[in-house]
């Protein structure tokens, strides 16, 4: 097995190689994402290994060493893929400074799955991105998919239907950014850290700019009532934000804009839809979690919530990871929130 970091050529055209991973590519393995880190104070780092495409974020740890986080990869598929790149990643990254590497495979959670991980020498960590989430396959033609949702998700359709609601693809300009930025934070006011205004806008439209997102909106009598960021690599999709109205619901129209959203991907040869996010499996049901609300909404449309293992740590200096963990990682969170007014992550 061999392992180095890519070559300039190969950065310069990142998305097409890291469709050909097991795991047919994820968004935020996306060299898109990479540039909004770049921006916000990580440097990327692309690795290959053997045929396996990897992005990397890094951060310099004062005293400590390099920080390396792979969001939402290695792009593999089973934890015997994972198992065969470990001691190679494990000494390249020795070999560059760092301490700890922090992982996000897409691994389904099982007993038996995560005692494998824990046998590699992989230590659970809090997730970054979500690991809770709703995925619909939307390969089915979408009378098919719409008679798959629940009885009162295809009666709010049909209500939204009847009330004059309209959806429509629209660019994603400074003043669309800011139309949804408004309805987002009002969406998820205390429920998780809303980043700025310019995190945001930057996100949305360098996405757009590399015809990797997408703005939805659905309107009733010309009012926005409810919005969807949906972003698009290879055959996958993923519903990375989403706003409506707290005040003035219409019913039906958030929903009303999934049948939409799925008809727009469709026609770009989506077969996956992920709709990002809800509690886990065991919490969905559970009136006090956060995201209640969330994953009552995506069970709708399917009631198989699929749950990812999360985070895990591949721990390369055990000294300076156990720091890390006691004291650094917290103090380094307080002082990057304190200078950026932002997640660290």
């Not at 890291?18 to 047919?24: A, C, E, V």
């Not at 993923?238 to 706003?243: I, M, N």
């Not at 156990?322 to 007014?341: A, D, P």
Request: hydrophobic share 40%; net charge positive; charged share 25%.
């Amino acid at each position: 097995m061999t392992i180095r970091f890519a070559t300039q050529d190969e950065i310069a055209d990142w998305n097409r190689f890291i469709l050909t991973n097991p795991d047919g590519g994820n968004v935020f393995q996306a060299k898109e994402f990479s540039e909004v880190k770049k921006a916000n104070h990580w440097t990327p780092r692309f690795i290959v290994v053997n045929n396996l495409y990897i992005s990397v974020l890094e951060r310099k740890i004062p005293l400590i060493g390099s920080f390396w986080y792979v969001p939402k990869g290695p792009g593999i598929t089973t934890v015997k893929e994972l198992k065969t790149l470990i001691l190679e990643l494990k000494k390249f990254a020795k070999d560059h400074g760092v301490f700890v590497v922090k992982l996000e495979p897409e691994l389904v959670k099982t007993e038996v799955i995560t005692n494998n991980l824990k046998g590699l020498g992989l230590s659970l960590s809090k997730g970054v991105q979500a690991a809770n989430t709703v995925i619909l396959d939307i390969s089915p033609s979408i009378d098919d998919i719409v008679a798959n949702f629940s009885p009162k998700t295809r009666y709010n359709i049909r209500a939204a239907k009847k009330a004059g609601v309209t959806t429509a693809v629209v660019p994603i300009t400074n003043e669309t950014c800011d139309l949804f930025y408004d309805m987002f934070a009002e969406t998820i006011r205390g429920r998780s850290h809303l980043r700025s205004r310019e995190y945001l806008k930057m996100y949305w439209q360098l996405h757009y700019n590399a015809g990797t997102g997408v703005f939805l909106f659905a309107k009733i009598n010309g009012d926005i009532v409810s919005t969807d960021f949906i972003t698009i690599l290879g055959n996958k999709a993923t519903r990375k934000d989403a706003a409506s109205v707290r005040e003035r619901v219409v019913r039906g129209a958030s929903a009303l804009l999934e049948v939409n959203a799925i008809e727009y991907l469709k026609d770009r040869g989506v077969i996956e839809y992920d709709l990002f996010g809800t509690p886990p499996s065991d919490q969905i049901k559970n009136q006090a979690h956060p995201y209640y609300g969330f994953g009552t909404f995506k069970a709708g449309f399917n009631s198989h919530i699929t749950d990812y293992i999360g985070s895990c740590d591949l721990i390369i200096k055990p000294r300076a990871y156990r720091f890390w963990k006691k004291i650094g990682e917290r103090i380094i969170h307080k002082l990057y929130y304190y200078q950026h007014h932002d997640l660290y992550y």
